[in-house]
Each structure stands twice: as structure tokens, then as C-alpha cells.
């Protein structure tokens, strides 16, 4: 099973990763925890996730294969 | 300056939300001659966002380049308009992304209802949750060629 992970704003340059194709993370939660352990900086970041687009909250969230995730600091748009 | 033929074909198109670099006069010419025909509506309002010189620890900013997720972005800002849009209510919105050099404009929101009092309103409601829930991001850059983002 394999999902996209996208950076986006300071975490494209703290990760060096505009985006990470990834494989075998039934949720999300165990794919954050790889991610922050490969990246520690994340660790001390502020960002909300979206999932195919759709912010989400629940971190226990199934992964299904396709997926795209986004690791999203606050806006700033406008 | 965007070739003006392709101006107006990506205004006619339904997803024309996202504008690479700053949003031309243009865009805003086109949009009234759009409303021209709608006897119905008396108000127009329109905000316009504009990139500003600000000076930061004792560096000028030249110009913002607006990073975005435009997949996500197109989807809230269609969602967003379709929240608030009917029959007697009007709604653009335009967002630049790339750089946009201070100055210019990179938000252009446009709202046209029957009467005043609901221009106003939407207008003000529509920019803020343009702010707080499109994914785009701002990186300021400074005179020397350095930058932050914010």
C-alpha cells in the first residue's frame, strides 16, 4: 500500500522533501511517528494534516493505498 | 503582464481561482462588465489585497512568493463560494501564487448582492475565511535577497 506525504512552506526545507512516497503505514499516527522520527525537527513543529485534501483530525485514521497526505503549517494566505 | 487572450480564457474557466504572479487590473475590469447585466444587484464591494513594503528588523520587503496547495486550495475556495453564492448573491475570488513584487495586488475578492448592508458583510466574512482556511503560505522577500516565512 503506498501513500504520498507532501511538505509544504519551512517543512519542504527542514525535511529537504517536497514529497516522500512511502509504503505499508496502515494509519496515520504510526506514519507521523516515522516521520518525526526521521525527521526530528518535526518534532517541533506546528502543522495540522489533510488527507486527500480534507483537513483531519483523528490520528488513528486508516490509510488506504493512493492516499496523499499533507503536513500543512498554519496559513498565511490573503 | 499576462497575454491577454489567455487572460480571458482562464477567466472563463471554472476553476480560475489561482493566478500566477500578481493579479492584473484586468481581472477586476472583466468582472464588472460580467455583472453589468444583473439589474438585480445594486451592491458591489471589492477588496483587494496588496503586498506591502513592510521594513523588518531594517530590511525592506520587495515581494512575497505565495506557495500553495492548490489542489486543497481550489476545493475550500469552492466550497467557500458555494457556501455563500445564489440567486441574488455574486461571488470572485482570485489569489496569486508565485511572487508578486510590493505593490501589486494578490488578492482580489469581489461580491455583488441586491443591497449594501450584505456586500459589506459577506465581503468582510469571505476575506477572513480566505485567510484562515485556503492553504497558501507567504515567504517575504528582503532587499538583500533573503527571506522568512511567515
Keep these: ?78 | 503582464m499576462m497575454e491577454t487572450k489567455s487572460l480571458y480564457y482562464r477567466l472563463s474557466q471554472e476553476d480560475n481561482f489561482l493566478i500566477q504572479g500578481a493579479i492584473p487590473f484586468e481581472v477586476l475590469h472583466q468582472c464588472l462588465k460580467t455583472l453589468y447585466p444583473h439589474f438585480e444587484k445594486g451592491a458591489i464591494a471589492v477588496f483587494f489585497g496588496k503586498v506591502r513594503e513592510d521594513i523588518i528588523e531594517g530590511k525592506k520587503v520587495v515581494a512575497i512568493h505565495y506557495e500553495c496547495y492548490e489542489a486543497m486550495a481550489i476545493k475550500v475556495i469552492k466550497r467557500l463560494i458555494a457556501t455563500y453564492e445564489s440567486d441574488s448573491v455574486w461571488i470572485r475570488i482570485y489569489h496569486s501564487i508565485g511572487e508578486v513584487k510590493a505593490g501589486e495586488i494578490s488578492l482580489l475578492v469581489i461580491v455583488s448582492t441586491p443591497h449594501r448592508k450584505q456586500s459589506f458583510e459577506l465581503l468582510q466574512t469571505i476575506v477572513e475565511r480566505i485567510k484562515k482556511e485556503v492553504p497558501i503560505w507567504k515567504k517575504e522577500i528582503f532587499e538583500d535577497f533573503t527571506y522568512r516565512w511567515k
Design chain 1, 1 to 78: 500500500m503506498k501513500v504520498t506525504v507532501l511538505f509544504f512552506s519551512h517543512l519542504e526545507e527542514l525535511t529537504g522533501k517536497q514529497q516522500l512516497q512511502l509504503e505499508d503505514f496502515e494509519t496515520l499516527d504510526k506514519l507521523l511517528r516515522y516521520l518525526q522520527n526521521r525527521f526530528p525537527a518535526l518534532q517541533q513543529q506546528t502543522f495540522s494534516i489533510a488527507v486527500n485534501q480534507t483537513i483531519v483530525n483523528e490520528k488513528n485514521k486508516i490509510l488506504n493505498d493512493g492516499d496523499e497526505i499533507a503536513l500543512l503549517p498554519p496559513f498565511s494566505g490573503g
